[in-house]
């Protein structure tokens, strides 16, 4: 074998090493990963809420949700074509019919119908592991028209809702709707 053959040869192995160096330097980290309720990035996974492990195959236990924040997001139609009546909004959250356990401290003077209004709760609403295992757990959010200071507001509106149905599937938001009104709510999760 001549001396050229041979440097050839030496060049073309190092060329083929250098070659499948880069080509298993290009690997996909996630390509042998498997996210069952994530996404897998460089090669482990990120679990979406309420999961955990290597392949976020565990369910969390829920120790509470909190309500960050309730956005009326549609109005009755009524509002704003009945001129001869001040609308000015705000919400009271109730366990079952009567059991006040939030007022919101903001009412929205002279709302305008095709606006959306937050109202972002000025203390922490918790529901704890026991209102979210019980399916006959029931609130309600009722949208009250102050008509007067220091006087409890005229019903507008309101929709059932239960912390179990909120915590199905840790949304990060949920959408509740009447046949007058849809609220929007906010949620956090606290995990064991």
């Known amino acids: 074998m001549s001396h050229k053959a041979s440097r050839f040869q030496i060049i ?6 250098l070659i499948l160096n880069f080509f298993s330097a290009c690997k ?31 369910r969390l236990t829920t120790k ?23 609308w000015n909004l705000y919400i009271v959250v109730t366990r079952a019919f009567l059991d006040t356990i939030y007022i919101h401290p903001t ?33 309600r959010i009722y949208l009250l028209n102050e008509t007067e200071r220091g006087r409890p507001g005229d019903f507008v509106s309101g929709t059932w809702f239960s912390p ?7 949304p990060q938001s949920i959408v509740l709707s009447t046949n007058s009104s849809t609220f929007a709510i906010d949620i956090t999760y606290i995990f064991e």
């Open 12 to 17: 073309s192995f190092l060329s083929l090493l």
């Open 28 to 58: 996909d980290p996630c390509e042998d990963v498997e996210c069952f309720r994530g996404t897998c990035v460089d090669g482990e996974c990120e679990c979406l809420t309420g999961y955990t492990g290597d392949e976020c195959r565990e």
């Open 64 to 86: 509470r949700l909190k309500i960050d924040n309730i956005r009326l997001t549609e109005m009755p139609n009524y509002i704003g074509s009945d001129t001869t009546i001040d």
């Open 107 to 139: 009412t929205y003077m002279d709302v305008d119908p095709s606006k959306d209004y937050d109202f972002i709760p000025n203390e922490d609403i918790y529901f704890d592991s026991l209102n979210i295992t019980s399916q006959f757990e029931k609130y």
């Open 164 to 170: 179990g149905e909120l915590a199905k599937n840790y």
